[in-house]
């Protein structure tokens, strides 16, 4: 007779199920805030290398004066990545405002109409899949607890403690911008003549496919769509530029 003994679960439930270890999933706060400091992140960056790139590639074309790149280049740069921290501040503003004028819209009308409010809360729990009993249960509770936080969550999908924040998207943007500039703007006058272009093409490719791949896996989406939609663009951009660039050249302009 074998003295072993089956394996059974480490864990059962009360029922003799074995026991589910709980699924856990990171959870870094609302997820429309991390989707909005990543778009920020990730359009300034590619802005960065992408316009920079095709500004000194460009202008590679006409000339291969070390000074000229690099005056064209670091123009590009303070311009770029001030136009995207103003044009970001401009739109994360607006947002905000929308957003604080409509928590203020919520708040005279849990004062004006608090049944209405009631109803109308009911009816949107309604709509997400609960009982008509359970929904007017659930917003009673939410209302008592925080009646125009459960109305801003619910109805406008704004959390009232996490408006965003124009001066980070601003600042995101901006160092954001400035760090993917930096690449090409090094990589176009750092290198001997002969090498200027090729050395600027590859960089410039391998950090947008290094930057499409990162903002795939921290946005949890199919990496190589990313991959290819950054390298292409890239690649055309400077391969535009630099077509304009040798024409001028070539013309004397």
């Not at 805030?33 to 316009?51: F, K």
């Not at 095709?54 to 670091?74: C, H, M, N, Q």
């Not at 109409?113 to 929904?135: I, N, S, V």
Request: aromatic share 2%; proline share 5%.
């Amino acid at each position: 007779m074998s003295d072993e003994t089956p394996a059974v679960p480490a864990r059962q439930d009360p029922h003799g199920e074995p026991h589910q270890e709980p699924h856990q999933e990171p959870h870094e706060g609302p997820l429309g805030n991390r989707l909005n400091r990543l778009r920020a992140a990730v359009l300034g960056a590619n802005d960065g290398v992408v316009s920079t790139a095709g500004l000194v590639v460009g202008v590679a074309g006409a000339t291969d004066s070390r000074g000229t790149l690099l005056t064209a280049g670091l123009a590009g740069l303070l311009a770029g990545s001030m136009s995207m921290a103003a044009g970001e501040y401009v739109s994360v503003s607006t947002q905000r405002d929308s957003e604080r004028a409509a928590l203020a819209l919520e708040r005279t009308e849990l004062a004006v109409a608090p049944q209405a409010e009631l109803d109308e809360l009911t009816g949107l729990l309604e709509g997400k899949g609960l009982t008509r009993e359970l929904a007017r249960e659930v917003a009673e509770q939410l209302t008592e607890h925080d009646a125009l936080r459960a109305h801003a969550e619910v109805e406008l999908g704004i959390d009232p403690d996490e408006l965003t924040s124009a001066w980070q998207a601003a600042g995101a943007s901006f160092l954001a911008f400035t760090a993917g500039s930096l690449l090409p703007l090094h990589a176009i006058v750092l290198p001997p003549a002969h090498l200027r272009l090729a050395v600027t093409v590859v960089a410039v490719l391998a950090a947008l496919v290094l930057c499409g791949w990162g903002s795939a896996r921290m946005g949890d989406a199919p990496a190589g769509r990313a991959v290819l939609r950054n390298a292409a663009g890239g690649a055309l951009a400077m391969a535009v530029t630099y077509a304009a660039g040798s024409l001028l050249g070539a013309a004397g302009v």
